[in-house]
Each structure stands twice: as structure tokens, then as C-alpha cells.
């Protein structure tokens, strides 16, 4: 059955909706747990989900009618993604489509940019990754140089991205390039624009870089005078810094209804104190405490801002403190899970080492592993921990600015 | 009052923080300490006066009507300016349990001269926390038991020793009782909801007082200049400052929810969260605070004290980080056990 769409669904209370997502998830999650998608097969079944919860409707319950989403209020997106991870449904693999380029192309798109690329993203047809960092160019992001020169009604592109996410499986990018390598002789943040480059494109070269845990989870990309037709710039040339600035915005800020993620995984926390027969032991219930307490919190802050921005409220000087919230407690959990292990720490367990009936079945030992290096990530990637640090501190709390160097 | 709570909410906010910043001042705290009375009859007349006693007693009874949904800004507003007088315990606690005893016939004429400022409640959580904070000043104690009792005692029916308070401004007291007392009532959701009340609110001034040593702190380190520039400015200082503040931040986001629905069956659990993590955080802002400060913070001159001081005692008062804590872990342990 497909979800209902538009306002009037979303006026009454969240009841109704919660039963209906429960009842479809509960009819399309796959039963078995898909492979990781940092696998070709793995990445393919998880884009077969993606597919799945497009024809039922609910690939973007939070996007605008008008963009094939639902419509959803942010009660009812919290709702969903309460639902979702109460399921236990798979990772989504289109997070930076759906969440980053999607609300670009809403607010600076074009109509033909929209109707050329919302459709194929919204089904997954079209995976997307972010190409922004490069080998100078992290934390000082207004350093790269990757650039794109203009010759009759395309750009030649010529230079690197790196720590691409995902880049080994991804059909398209959306990259930051200097359309004016000059302008940024007197302002680093001026002459670049924004542009959506298509990976298959000659001069493309992608090279999957190998993780600390083994896996592919991203890559560096290669451009070599590609080709890219003017109309894939979006927003205005040269302005693109704007539209950077928004997408970290978003990645940043809060994600509705993620507290349930952290939720299950506390679940999982606990599974393992009794597993490991740590029950009575009141050091191992002071740490599954202070996870239960920091993950209880941030449902309190995600309600917080859910009604802040019914009200109209400004969401903007919330992202910086709300990311360096989760990712700190991200790793809290996931490190205190290591920590718990005890020697078994030292042990990548196999998934069928762990009872059926455990919570922690649902985070088997490998993916344990998995999420603490994901953990680990997350305080670099968006913006590093210190970054986060430095916009709080300047931009929040108003103190005197670090003197630039000249 | 328009009925709306936020509205409600925002007004209550504003009227507290005026009557706080005019008479409840550093001027005030200090002069408390001078006198050698922490309570000041002349402002708690003030607090009956504006309606702030009779926040939560029922309209008909001359009160404001209002819930504890309405007292998340003045609870926080009491810690951000230290106040010390037992708001929590007699307008909060004292008349939220009155009115729960409605029926007792000592409740009406209570709620009245509480209303009138005439009434000082202390509270002991025995299962909790042991002292009972403005023991001296109370002129009745309730005891609240986990089991659900409610019981009054008169200061005559009470052996209260004055304890040696780390918050001169916070002080406790010991309290033994040596007669019978007087029981309002047995009930163990209204014991629960006391409880509940007791740590949230706390909570909430935890928060308030923590988010005082945040601003003093960053308004010091931009006037402070070392090398030629306001020490603010140093990356060492502004990260220590970013990380109390985030912390901060969500203690008061917390803190409001365990002030929200307390009818709702997670109250009690969202209330601990609240405490554990507004002590947690509360911890920080004191360490950085008065590190952050220097010799400058050390001084009795200078009022950092006061609130370093009010956030030990909330940390320690009904339910430290470590008790929710484990508590919490427990509740969830058990919960699971009960799933399978």
C-alpha cells in the first residue's frame, strides 16, 4: 500500500501515521540483514531498499508534496524515523542526496535542474556523493583548487577531491570548483561555484580508498579536463561558497528522529552489561548509564528543536552544538561497548557467536566495529569536532575572533 | 495569564528575571552572608507579592493555576542568579503537595499563608537525600517517603542541626524527628510525583546556575588580555568554553522536558535524566569556570564563588549524576528482562 500524501494526513495526531508506517515496514523490511554496503552486492541491495521505500512513499516523508515527498510536519518525520529504527530497517545509502543536494536544488536550483535530477535521486536511480575536501583543502575548505574553465558552453574541470563517502558507488557528484581562479587572490571564498558533474564523464577517474576497518567506504576522485555542461552549475557561478555553507548546515543540524538509532543502540549496550554478566557490577551500570542519560538528552534537545522550528524559531545557530552533541556521544557509546567487551575487544566476533533472542544480535560484534569506526568519522567529517569547537565559541557565545594569519 | 503556555511562560520569565536582577543581585548575596541570614524575609515577601509563592495553587484558592510546565524559565533564573530561599521546596514542592492533600483539613489554611510568604517548607527525601535544605528557616518539614507517605512536622516536633553547608548561600540541615508528626496523606503517585518535581527542579537551577559560570567566564576571558589579546581569543580557551556551553545547552534542554507532561509515564525517568546529566554538566562549567579565571576566581572579591558553591550543592541535593544514573541503567536492565 502506498503512504498518503499531503497536508491533511499530517493535521490530526501522530497515531494514525505511526500505525501505518509500522504496518508497512513491517511488510517490506527485508528479513534477512542486508550485506554491508560498503560492498558492490551490499551497496546494490541496500539501493534495492531505497527503491522499496520510494514506491511506497516514503523514500522522503519531510520533502515537499510537490517533490514526490510526503509533506510530513516534523512530528510526523520524527514519528517516521521512531518507526524506521524500531524496525530496524537498513542504513540508507542516499542520505547525501536526499539531505544535502536535495534541499540545494529546492532552494537554488533551477526548474530544469529539478525536474532532471529530483526524480532520479528521490528513487535512487541516481546515487550522489558530496565532493568538497581535497588534499589542501579540509578544515580550511575555502583553500581548493580544484578548477573548472570555461570553454564555449562547458567548463573543463581539472583536479581532485578526497574522502569522497561512498564515491566507489556513486553515479554523480556534486563538487565545489573555482570558476575564478583569480578572485580568490583577494578573497578566498569568491570565484567558486557549485556544480554537478556526472562520474561516468571521460577524464573521471575514481579510486576507492581502503578504510581503516578494511571496507571501501570512500574514495578520491580524479578529474581530467572534464567536460561538464554549463547548465550543471547550480545556484549562481561564482557564488557557490553560499550553498556550501547551507549543505554543511544541513549535515550538521539535527536529524529528525536519529535519537532512535542511538535508542537501539543503547538497547544493544545493555543486551551486552548482561551478556557479559555485568549486571551487578556498579561501574558497568554507571557507563550504561551515562550513555542512556547522554542519549536520553539528545531526544529531549531533537524535541526541543522540533518545536523551535514550528515556531518559526532559527535552527542555524543550533547545527554547530548539535553536531559535536552527537558525534561525542556517538563515540561514547560505541567506545563504552568496546570497553565492556572486555577481552572479547580484542575479537572481531562472528555475528552467529551472538543468541538469537540478545539485543545485540541486531548489532552483531562486527558491526559493532563497524559503527566505532563510523563513530570515529563522524567527529572529522561536516566539519571537524574543533571546527564545531571554533563556530561555537566565535559565532554562538561571541568571543573575540583568533587574529587571522596575513 | 492567557492560558497559553508558552505565552504564560515567556511573561512569568520576564517578571522573575526583573524582580531577580534588581533584588537579588551580588549586592543581595553578599549582604545575606554579612547579616548572617541566609533567608530574607523582605525578599520572599516580594516573591508573595509578585505571585510567584502562588504559582501552582489553584485559582479559586487565590493562586495562579499555573503547572510545573510554567516554571522551567524560574527555576533555571533562580540558579542563574543563586537565589537563596527555598523556592523549590516551598512554592514547588510544598504547595504541589498541599494541594495533592487537598482534603487534609490543615491544606486550605497552608496553601494560604504559604501563598502570604508566611509558610517555609523544607523537604527530606529520605531515600534520596538526606538534608533537608532551609531546615533552620522551615516552619514545617514534609518527609516524603518512597513507600508514599506523606508526613508534616513542626519545627517543635523536629531536632534540626544546622550543618557546615559548602553553599553558605544553599544552607542544610539535619533533621531528626522526635515526635510523630503529622501524616497528609499515602500516596505513592503523589509521592512519586513530589520526587519527580524535586529532581527536575533541581535540574532546572543546576542548569541556570551552570549557564551563569558559562556567561561570567566568557565575558572574563574578552576582557582579560595576556600577549596583547583578550585570552578569549586563544583557540585553548575558546574550546574548553565550547565544549561547557554544549554541554550546557542540552542540561537546559533536558531540563524542560522533565518539567514538561508529568502525567505522561516517563516522568519520573526523563526527570533523573535531567538531574544526571545537569550535575554531569554543571561539573564541567564549575572546573573550566573558575580555571578560566585564574587567581581572579580564587578570590572572595569576586563572586565567581557563588555559583561554583550553588552548583556543588544541587549536584549533591535529591539524587547525584551517579545515583540516577545507575538507577537508570537498572530501570532499563530490568525493563528488558521483563520484554523476553
Redesign the interface.
Not at chain 1, 554562538?396 to 587574529?403: A, H, I, N, S
Not at chain 2, 540516577?324 to 537498572?330: E, K, M, V, Y
Given at each position: 500500500m502506498m503512504a498518503t500524501k499531503g497536508t491533511d494526513v499530517f493535521d490530526g495526531s501522530v497515531d494514525e501515521f505511526r500505525t501505518q508506517v509500522r504496518q508497512w515496514l513491517s511488510e517490506n523490511v527485508p528479513a534477512e540483514k542486508l550485506r554491508p554496503w560498503t560492498t558492490r552486492e551490499g551497496f546494490d541491495q541496500h539501493r534495492q531498499w531505497e527503491r522499496t521505500l520510494f514506491e511506497g512513499g516514503y523514500a522522503a516523508v519531510d520533502w515537499p508534496v510537490e517533490y514526490e515527498g510526503l509533506g510530513a510536519g516534523l512530528r510526523h518525520t520524527i514519528t517516521f524515523a521512531e518507526e524506521y529504527y524500531r524496525a530496524r530497517a537498513p542504513e540508507r545509502v542516499n542520505m547525501g542526496g536526499l539531505y544535502l543536494l536535495g534541499p540545494v536544488l529546492m532552494q537554488y536550483g533551477t526548474e530544469e535542474q529539478r525536474r532532471r535530477w529530483i526524480p532520479d535521486l528521490l528513487s535512487c536511480s541516481t546515487v550522489w556523493c558530496q565532493g568538497f575536501s581535497e588534499p589542501g583543502a579540509g578544515s580550511d575548505l575555502g583553500s581548493l583548487r580544484t578548477r573548472a574553465d570555461r570553454d564555449g558552453d562547458h567548463y573543463v574541470v581539472n583536479g581532485q577531491k578526497i574522502w569522497t563517502s561512498m564515491g566507489g558507488f556513486a553515479d554523480w557528484i556534486f563538487a565545489l570548483v573555482r570558476t575564478d581562479p583569480e578572485a580568490a587572490k583577494k578573497r578566498k571564498h569568491a570565484g567558486i561555484s557549485f556544480l554537478c558533474i556526472d562520474l561516468r564523464s571521460p577524464g573521471v577517474e575514481v579510486r576507492p580508498l581502503t578504510m581503516v576497518d578494511g571496507t571501501q567506504g570512500f574514495a578520491e576522485v580524479f578529474f581530467t579536463d572534464v567536460r561538464v555542461p554549463v547548465e550543471n552549475v547550480v545556484g549562481k557561478v561564482d557564488q557557490g561558497w553560499q550553498i556550501a555553507m547551507s549543505t554543511l548546515g544541513f549535515e550538521r543540524g539535527a536529524v529528525f528522529g536519529d535519537h532512535a538509532k542511538f535508542s537501539n543502540d543503547?538497547?544493544a549496550l545493555?543486551?551486552l552489561?548482561?551478556q557479559r554478566g555485568f549486571?551487578d557490577d556498579?561501574l558497568a551500570?554507571?557507563e550504561?548509564?551515562?550513555v542512556?542519560?547522554?542519549t536520553?538528552?539528545?531526544r529531549?534537545?531533537v524535541?526541543?528543536l522540533a518545536a523551535l522550528s514550528e515556531?518559526g524559531g532559527d535552527l542555524d545557530r543550533t547545527a554547530s552544538?548539535n553536531k559535536?552533541?552527537w558525534t561525542e556521544m556517538q563515540h561514547d557509546i560505541f567506545a563504552t561497548g568496546l570497553r565492556l567487551m572486555a577481552e572479547e575487544g580484542a575479537v572481531i566476533g562472528d555475528p552467529g557467536t551472538i543468541g538469537r533472542?540478545d539485543?545485540v544480535t541486531a548489532h552483531a560484534w562486527q558491526e559493532w566495529h563497524h559503527r566505532y569506526w563510523y563513530a570515529r568519522a563522524a567527529m572529522i567529517f561536516g566539519g571537524t569536532s574543533?571546527i564545531?569547537?571554533?563556530i561555537?565559541?566565535?559565532r554562538?557565545?561571541?568571543?573575540?575572533?583568533?587574529?587571522r594569519p596575513s | 495569564m492567557t492560558g497559553n503556555v508558552?505565552t504564560d511562560r515567556r511573561q512569568l520569565d520576564e517578571v522573575t528575571t526583573e524582580l531577580l536582577e534588581r533584588y537579588s543581585g551580588v549586592d543581595h548575596l553578599r549582604a545575606r552572608i554579612d547579616v548572617g541570614a541566609v533567608h530574607s524575609p523582605e525578599l520572599w515577601r516580594r516573591f508573595a507579592d509578585t505571585g510567584l509563592l502562588s504559582a501552582l495553587i489553584q485559582e479559586d484558592r487565590g493562586g495562579a493555576g499555573l503547572t510545573p510546565q510554567h516554571l522551567p524559565g524560574v527555576l533555571h533564573a533562580m540558579g542563574y542568579h543563586a537565589v537563596p530561599e527555598p523556592f523549590l521546596e516551598t512554592a514547588v514542592l510544598g504547595a504541589t503537595a498541599f494541594e495533592a492533600f487537598s482534603d487534609h483539613p490543615e491544606s486550605s489554611a497552608r496553601l494560604e499563608a504559604l501563598a502570604e510568604g508566611e509558610l517555609i517548607v523544607g523537604i527530606r527525601l529520605s531515600h534520596l537525600d538526606p538534608y533537608v535544605v532551609f531546615g533552620e528557616d522551615a516552619d514545617l518539614v514534609l518527609d516524603i517517603e518512597a513507600e508514599g507517605r506523606v508526613t508534616a512536622y513542626r519545627p517543635e516536633e523536629l531536632e534540626v542541626e544546622g550543618l557546615n553547608a559548602v553553599d553558605p548561600l544553599r544552607p542544610v540541615a539535619r533533621v531528626t524527628p522526635r515526635g510523630a508528626g503529622e501524616v497528609l496523606g499515602t500516596s505513592p503517585r503523589i509521592a512519586t510525583r513530589l520526587r519527580t518535581l524535586a529532581v527536575a527542579g533541581a535540574a532546572c537551577q543546576l542548569a541556570g546556575a551552570a549557564r551563569r559560570l558559562?556567561d561570567m567566564t566568557?565575558e572574563y576571558?574578552?576582557v582579560r588580555h595576556q600577549f596583547d589579546?583578550?585570552v578569549?581569543?586563544?583557540?585553548a580557551?575558546?574550546?574548553k568554553?565550547?565544549?561547557v556551553?554544549?554541554g550546557v545547552?542540552?542540561?537546559e534542554?533536558?531540563a524542560?522536558?522533565a518539567l514538561g507532561d508529568l502525567t505522561q509515564d516517563d516522568a519520573a525517568?526523563?526527570a533523573a535524566?535531567?538531574k544526571?546529566?545537569a550535575g554531569?554538566a554543571a561539573d564541567r562549567a564549575n572546573v573550566e569556570a573558575l580555571q578560566l579565571h585564574g587567581g581572579t576566581g580564587f578570590t572572595w572579591e569576586y563572586h565567581l564563588h557563588f555559583w561554583l558553591k550553588r552548583v556543588m550543592s544541587l549536584s549533591a541535593a535529591y539524587g547525584t549524576t551517579?545515583t540516577?544514573?545507575?538507577?537508570?541503567?537498572?530501570d532499563?536492565?530490568t525493563h528488558?528482562n521483563k520484554e523476553?
Open positions: 543503547v538497547a545493555a543486551g552489561v548482561r549486571t556498579t551500570l554507571d550504561l548509564g551515562r542512556l542519560v547522554t536520553e538528552v539528545y529531549a534537545n524535541y526541543r515556531a552544538i559535536l552533541y533472542d539485543p574543533e564545531q569547537r571554533n561555537i565559541s566565535e554562538v557565545l561571541g568571543l573575540p575572533k583568533e587574529p | 508558552d558559562v566568557v576571558v574578552s589579546r583578550p578569549g581569543s586563544f583557540q580557551v575558546k574550546h568554553i565550547a565544549d556551553a554544549v545547552d542540552m542540561a534542554a533536558a524542560a522536558s525517568h526523563r535524566v535531567a544526571a546529566y554531569q551517579t540516577h544514573r545507575r538507577a537508570l541503567a537498572q532499563l536492565l528488558m523476553q
